[in-house]
Every structure is written in C-alpha cells, then in structure tokens.
C-alpha cells in the first residue's frame, strides 16, 4: 500500500471531500489513510521526542520542544518515510532525516510567525512561540532547531544501512532546499509582493515552489536517497514532490479563505488581510480547485513504475 499515493487522496479530500474516508492506491486496493497517517506519525512524534530532550539551559530546549511537539499532520517527514519504503529502503534508515525536515519545517514556522514577519498569533492551535518565550528566544529556538537538524542528519543516520557518500548528498540536498536558492529565496520574494498590484501566476509559483515546495521536495528526495534509490527513481520522486509541494499550497491558500481560525488550528484569512497575493486571490476559488487537481493528477501520473506495495500499512 502507497502512503505517498494516500497524500494525494487527503489533498483531494481538501479541494472536494469524499464521502469514503478510504483513499485507494493506484491499483485500486483499498487503503486506510488514517491509519497509515497516524502510524508513521507517532513513530515521528517519538523520534523527535527522543531527539530533543530536555536538558540545560531549559528555556532554549523547552522552547524547541514547544513548537517541535505541537502536534500538526507530520506530512513531510512521513514523505520522507515513505519514499525510503517505495524505493526498497528500511524506515530506520531515513527516520533521522524525516526528523531533520521537521527540525526544519518548524523552524520555519517559528521565524514565520515573528512579528517582523506575519505576525501571528495562533499555530497548529495554540499560541506561537514568540507569545510564549518572546521574540528572543522564538529566534534562537528556530536557529537551533535549523543547527540541530543537519546535526542530527549527519550523526543519526545508520551507517550500517545508508553509505556515508549517500548522508553527505542528503545534507547537500536539505541545505540548498532552504537556503537563498530554496526557501529563503521563496520567502524574500513573497514579502517583496505584498501589496504590488501587478504580481502575475509565474511570480506566485516562484513564490511557492521555493517557499513551500522545496522542503517538501526534498523530505521526499532525502528519504529516497537514504533508502539506497537509484538516480532514476531519485529524480522522479524529485518531479512529483515538486508537485504536491505546489499543490498543497494551492489547498492551503483555498482553505484559508474557505475555512474558520478553528476549523485550521492558525489565523484564517491572514494572507487577506495582509494583502498578500495568493492563488484564489489571482484565479479564484474555482479555478484554484481546478488547478489542483490538475496538479494532483500529474504527480499520480509520476507514481507509475514504482511498486506501490514495497509502502504497506504498519
């Protein structure tokens, strides 16, 4: 069963929800989305609960934990989990670096609520970092978060199952995903456009496919190359990333304008008021589902050759 195909099916479910709360796996078979979630995500939750522990000075690591255990759907480590399993590879194996996308991926999150940048006060249903332990602190947390996570990469990473060569390319690989070629560029950008009048469909997709769809891209690459993947696979499994990546941002700027604060656990209707260009704002609700779907059918179409049973339900 293919957990990468049921992250397709639950990004369906956003733009149009089913009635059967069962995805399928391209064959057909039927699969259990739910479960397959929640099972690779508590080994993550875990993992990361033993990866940063509480230790002095407290306030640095507690502040870490505050945001790196909030909870939230774990997409992209369970990616990074799942292409390891579809490229043969063991989960053990790529465990430390869905952890590392994480570390990431929260880091991000923290930095991006700062008052010098969206200003936010509400994540994953609680209170931001920075209303908990002050700005200050919400940027060291981030910082540390981001140091950790390649530390943990490099020195996590089993050297029985994955060759040295293959840990060095999976770091090359994260960094230049958020730096100034990846999310940063996609970040310094966006808060370029806010409020210009003329920003067109090719600027948001730059936006996005650096702001949300590199570190998404690269979960899934990183567990492919830790998996033992060949170049082929490692590649494909790049395009269909790229794709989902930009699709779950399509989703989430429709579901920001289509759904309550409570209903998403964060601000809705921030981008709004912010004035910040999205795809709704550009195409429309309508068309904005269109264009996802659009996306999800081509990142189905990248999953053909791969054996969708190598990824089973635990």
Same mark, same amino acid.
């Given at each position: 069963?293919?957990?990468?195909?049921?992250?397709?099916?639950?990004?369906?479910?956003?733009?149009?929800?089913?009635?059967?709360?069962?995805?399928?796996?391209?064959?057909?078979?039927?699969?259990?989305?739910?479960?397959?979630?929640?099972?690779?995500?508590?080994?993550?939750?875990?993992?990361?609960?033993?990866? *940063?522990? =509480?230790?002095?000075? &407290?306030? $640095? @690591?507690?502040?870490?934990?505050?945001? !790196? %255990?909030?909870?939230?759907?774990?997409?992209?480590?369970?990616?990074?989990?799942?292409?390891?399993?579809?490229?043969?590879?063991?989960?053990?194996?790529?465990?430390?670096?869905?952890?590392?996308?994480?570390?990431?991926?929260?880091?991000?999150?923290?930095?991006?609520?700062?008052?010098?940048?969206?200003?936010?006060?509400?994540?994953?249903?609680?209170?931001?970092?920075?209303?908990?332990?002050?700005?200050?602190?919400?940027?060291?947390?981030?910082?540390?978060?981001?140091?950790?996570?390649?530390?943990?990469?490099?020195?996590?990473?089993?050297?029985?199952?994955?060759?040295?060569?293959?840990?060095?390319?999976?770091?090359?690989?994260?960094?230049?995903?958020?730096?100034?070629?990846?999310?940063?560029?996609?970040?310094?950008?966006?808060?370029?456009?806010?409020?210009?009048?003329? *920003?067109? =469909?090719?600027?948001? &997709?730059? $936006? @996005?496919?650096?702001?949300?769809?590199? !570190? %998404?891209?690269?979960?899934?690459?990183?567990?492919?190359?830790?998996?033992?993947?060949?170049?082929?696979?490692?590649?494909?499994?790049?395009?269909?990333?790229?794709?989902?990546?930009?699709?779950?941002?399509?989703?989430?700027?429709?579901?920001?304008?289509?759904?309550?604060?409570?209903?998403?656990?964060?601000?809705?209707?921030?981008?709004?008021?912010?004035?910040?260009?999205?795809?709704?704002?550009?195409?429309?609700?309508?068309?904005?589902?269109?264009?996802?779907?659009?996306?999800?059918?081509?990142?189905?179409?990248?999953?053909?050759?791969?054996?969708?049973?190598?990824?089973?339900?635990?």
């Amino acid at each position: 069963m293919s957990g990468i195909s049921a992250v397709l099916t639950k990004q369906e479910t956003a733009i149009d929800p089913p009635e059967n709360k069962n995805s399928q796996i391209l064959d057909g078979t039927p699969f259990n989305f739910k479960a397959y979630m929640v099972g690779k995500a508590t080994s993550v939750n875990k993992a990361l609960d033993d990866a *940063v522990p =509480i230790k002095h000075p &407290e306030k $640095i @690591h507690e502040a870490m934990r505050y945001s !790196l %255990l909030a909870g939230g759907k774990r997409v992209r480590p369970v990616l990074c989990l799942a292409a390891c399993d579809l490229v043969g590879g063991h989960e053990s194996a790529a465990m430390p670096a869905a952890c590392a996308v994480e570390m990431i991926h929260t880091m991000s999150l923290i930095h991006d609520d700062l008052p010098c940048m969206d200003n936010d006060d509400l994540r994953r249903g609680k209170p931001t970092n920075h209303k908990v332990f002050g700005e200050n602190v919400a940027v060291l947390a981030g910082d540390s978060l981001l140091a950790f996570a390649f530390e943990h990469l490099a020195t996590a990473t089993p050297p029985g199952q994955v060759p040295p060569g293959r840990v060095v390319r999976a770091i090359g690989e994260l960094a230049q995903a958020i730096g100034s070629e990846g999310l940063v560029a996609g970040q310094v950008v966006d808060i370029d456009s806010e409020g210009v009048e003329d *920003v067109g =469909i090719e600027q948001l &997709e730059f $936006i @996005h496919i650096h702001k949300t769809a590199k !570190l %998404l891209e690269a979960s899934v690459v990183l567990g492919a190359i830790v998996g033992g993947g060949t170049d082929e696979e490692v590649e494909k499994l790049r395009k269909f990333a790229r794709a989902i990546g930009l699709l779950f941002q399509v989703v989430d700027d429709i579901l920001d304008v289509t759904k309550s604060s409570e209903e998403l656990g964060k601000t809705a209707g921030k981008d709004l008021v912010a004035d910040k260009v999205t795809f709704p704002k550009l195409m429309g609700v309508e068309k904005s589902r269109e264009y996802a779907e659009r996306l999800n059918k081509e990142a189905r179409e990248l999953l053909a050759g791969f054996d969708p049973h190598r990824c089973k339900d635990e």
